[in-house]
């Protein structure tokens, strides 16, 4: 598998509730990541993701773009929640592989503004 498609398949194990899984197959056991509100080791974001799963569960997540350069790789993904009065959000993943598993993680979201001016939309 290529890391382009491990990162995708990461996300949606992830964020459908299945973070235990993702990690245990994508996640290297050294691995950082820079979420501003966890700290920073693999055990914190891990218990976050999966609590985030039972308080907030997505309903999808749709990697709209991926790239890679090398041994990093970047999704811009369109996620929504169960919740309809939820915003959905444009979120980006930065990944940075090592032996084919994810060494680091950087992630920014922006939720999607129902009246946006924008015409272009997030996508």
Do not use: C
């Not at 996300?11 to 691995?31: H, I, Q, R, T």
């Amino acid at each position: 598998m290529t890391n382009k498609k491990s990162a995708v398949a990461f996300l949606k194990m992830a964020g459908g509730g299945n973070a235990s899984a993702a990690y245990e197959k994508f996640v290297a056991p050294d691995f950082i990541h820079h979420n501003q509100y966890f700290k920073g080791d693999r055990q914190s974001l891990l218990l976050a993701m999966e609590e985030a799963s039972k308080t907030h569960p997505n309903k999808s997540i749709d990697v709209k773009f991926v790239y890679q350069d090398g041994d990093v790789v970047i999704t811009h993904s369109l996620v929504t929640r169960q919740d309809p009065r939820t915003k959905a959000i444009a979120v980006v993943h930065i990944f940075r592989f090592k032996d084919d598993l994810i060494v680091e993680l950087w992630d920014l979201g922006q939720e999607i503004a129902k009246d946006s001016p924008n015409e272009n939309g997030p996508f």
